[in-house]
């Protein structure tokens, strides 16, 4: 099992230390010292105050902060969560991807999403009807550029003729494919190396026009559903990520955690054939957050 984290902006407004450069190379140095493999930020150009005042959270450009942390790292692998494709158009997506893989010796791991609100997508001027034919041409673009040189293609929003973007990634970075749908999971199928969905209840997953997966049983049927789907398509399941977060043994930043429930959890999972964690911190200080990584380090990672 490897694990990641997601820098701890969880709310609005957000604790000041955690998005100065300090407060940023800290988490990743932390995370990285403690024995974590995957390090990222979400992507919210343009949330609306709406969504603020209901729970959503502030965000940095993740490139960019990626960038930033992994020129203080050295093993730790950056991995959004997640760029929300159709926001960009795929050829600068690919070009700032390859930039991030070059620069850190092939650390980029490229996790994506449909994404779900509105008016984000109203302001960035993206049609939100079309989000989902957007995602599958932008990812049949973003593999191509990356492997081909004089590259073509024709779709419905992107038209490219000859195109060599160079310097290329050190190797094409893995895609994940954020959704907890049968679409999702069918364009793991297609086009993913790794399937990423999100716990989620009833309440949220309507919310982010999703399904939802509250429960290891849901987890295991959307797994099973996902290696028939890689059989149809004659891919080796073995080699496909599975990311999830864990339901056992409580949030790692709460003075209830538990970590052998955790651990038990963490088998369980395993079994079904996670291999990627995602592990909450919290976002409340600088402090805590340092202290809950380097805890969890010692108490789950290091066991």
Known sequence: MRYSITHPMHSHPYHPDLVS?????????????????GFGFTDHPAPSQRWLDAGGHDAVDPFVAMAYAAAQTTTLRLVPNIVVLPYRNPFVVAKSGATLDLLSGGRFTLAVGVGYLKREFAALGVAFDERTELFDESLEVIRGIWTTDDFTYEGMHFSARGITA?????NPPPIWIGGNTAAARARVARHGDGWCPFAAPPGLAQTAGTAAID??????????????????????PSTVDIVFTNFDGGNPGDDDFDADAYLAGVDQLAALG??????????DSLAHALETIEGFGKSVIAR
């Open 21 to 37: 450069g300090s407060g940023v190379v800290a988490v990743a140095a932390a995370a990285e010292a403690a024995g974590f493999d």
């Open 166 to 170: 160079h310097p290329r990634p050190v």
């Open 215 to 236: 429960s290891i049983e849901r987890l295991a049927a959307g797994i099973a559903d996902l290696r028939a789907k890689l059989d149809a398509a004659q891919r080796d």
């Open 274 to 283: 996670v291999t990627w964690l995602h592990v909450t911190i919290p976002g």
